[in-house]
């Protein structure tokens, strides 16, 4: 009989992500998603969706519905048109994010208006810790200079006037690092941390990652991120 060992720390290389790719749409996905089935990246604990999305001018996704679910739209690049049946219409520009709490339902579509340039996003999607509320959208801009050396929050599942809130106790943060910049991070042990390096290279305890590579952190009390060039990343701290 096989001894099965419980793994910490679980590198996934941008390699490895699977992808779905049209004419308009190029999206890469760190878990399971549409057409992309893999049975050993599911989602971890209440992260269901990672997904690195690139649309092509005057495209987009049309209007769709989902329900219970906690979507966040981070964009890095251009320009995203949102519309959506509970009344919003906006335009979100780089630098700025969306939740939508997608409760008893929700439709919406999300277009690239611009006639030339394309638009990189990343959509996030976090199961609730309630179902069947009401829908709510929210929009919000983060200044650059707030992630500079920390891991700023900007969505997180407690109110605050300095985040967008979501309906679980999540929480989602941009950090811009400097080369050498040390951050330290104390991990609740029946919480996980998903890191993903947007651009360049972390080393988190001893696991290194470079652009678009990933880890899932569980059981670890105590971390250290190390910048061994300069880093974007996006990390979620999330329920097991």
């Known amino acids: 009989m096989g001894i099965f060992v ?35 990246r599911t989602g971890f604990g209440t992260l269901a969706v990672f997904n690195d999305d690139t649309i092509a001018p ?13 979507i966040i739209t981070l964009v890095i690049e251009g320009t995203v048109q949102h519309q959506d049946s509970i009344g919003s219409k906006t335009d979100i520009t780089a630098g700025e994010v969306q939740t939508m709490t997608a409760g008893t339902g929700v439709a919406h579509s999300e277009i690239n208006p611009s006639d030339t340039q394309p638009v990189h996003l990343f959509q996030i999607w976090i199961e609730p810790r309630e179902y069947g509320l009401k829908p709510r ?8 200079e707030l992630f500079k050396n920390r891991l700023y929050p900007i969505v997180s599942g407690e109110k605050s006037k300095d985040n967008l809130t979501i309906n679980q106790d999540a929480s989602l943060f941009r950090g ?33 990652i470079s652009s678009r590579d990933s880890l899932e952190i569980k059981e670890v009390p105590s971390l250290t ?16």
Not at 137 to 144: A, G, I, L, S
Not at 176 to 196: K, Q, S, T, W
């Open 137 to 144: 959208y929210q929009q919000k801009r983060f200044e650059q």
């Open 225 to 240: 991120l190390t910048a061994l060039s300069a880093a974007k990343l996006i990390v979620i701290e999330i329920p097991l």
């Open 6 to 40: 419980k793994v910490p720390i679980i590198l996934h290389k941008s390699t490895e992500r699977g992808l779905t790719k049209f004419k308009w749409l190029e999206s890469v996905h760190s878990f399971s998603f549409g057409r992309y089935v893999n049975t050993q």
């Open 176 to 208: 811009d690092l400097e080369l050498g910049m040390i951050i330290l991070y104390h991990l609740n042990p029946r919480r996980g941390l998903f890191v993903f390096s947007v651009e360049g290279s972390v080393k988190v305890n001893d696991q290194m």
């Open 58 to 70: 005057q495209k987009g996704f049309s209007t769709h519905p989902h329900d219970n679910m906690e």
